[in-house]
């Protein structure tokens, strides 16, 4: 696309057909924030609603972690620079408040530790509602190491490819397919146990 051409469908933007990176620069034009911001709900809501209640368990955790997740979209998404995608970015955010939540309820967590004692939350009303095979997942994945458990819901829940992962958490590809490979084992030995 030539320079005018971009500079005119952002001067008059079908929000829904824009890219991400063109829905960051409308959002540095002033008279676009707002729309823009609306668009990028409306394109990563759902999105981070999963990812974080993946994470949380609780859906009211989850809200919290989500709405901040947002706000700190807000208030930084002028400074995104597009070293990374908005998508990387975004999931970067929701997990960062999502372990805000985790630390908020447990501040002495260790995330290089299991936290099997959240596998107990699963039969509150306030945690998630899964039933049968999904439920019994959900409390094996509480046994996992948290970046264990991060790598498996990224690869798994979300279907997100080990490159965009790696991205996220700073790993190589190798050790996140390591990483997967263990976790995959590791729950297919909790699910046997949990049954």
Known sequence: MSAQAHSTSLQ??????LSD???????KQSNHKEPAFREVIRRYQKVVYYHVRHLLLSHDDADDAAQNTFIRIWENLEDFRGESQLKSWIYRISTNEALN???KRKPNIDFDEAQPEMADYLSEPTYMN???M???LQKALCY???????VFVLRYFEDLDYELIGELTN???GALKSSYHHAVKKLEIYLKVLR
Not at 144 to 150: A, G, R, V
């Open 144 to 150: 996992l190491p948290y970046k264990q458990k991060l």
């Open 21 to 27: 990176s063109d829905l960051v620069l409308a959002f």
């Open 171 to 173: 790993t190589s590809v």
């Open 101 to 103: 939540v985790l630390r």
């Open 12 to 17: 008059n933007p079908n929000w829904g057909a």
């Open 130 to 132: 899964a039933q049968g």
């Open 134 to 136: 999904e439920k019994q």
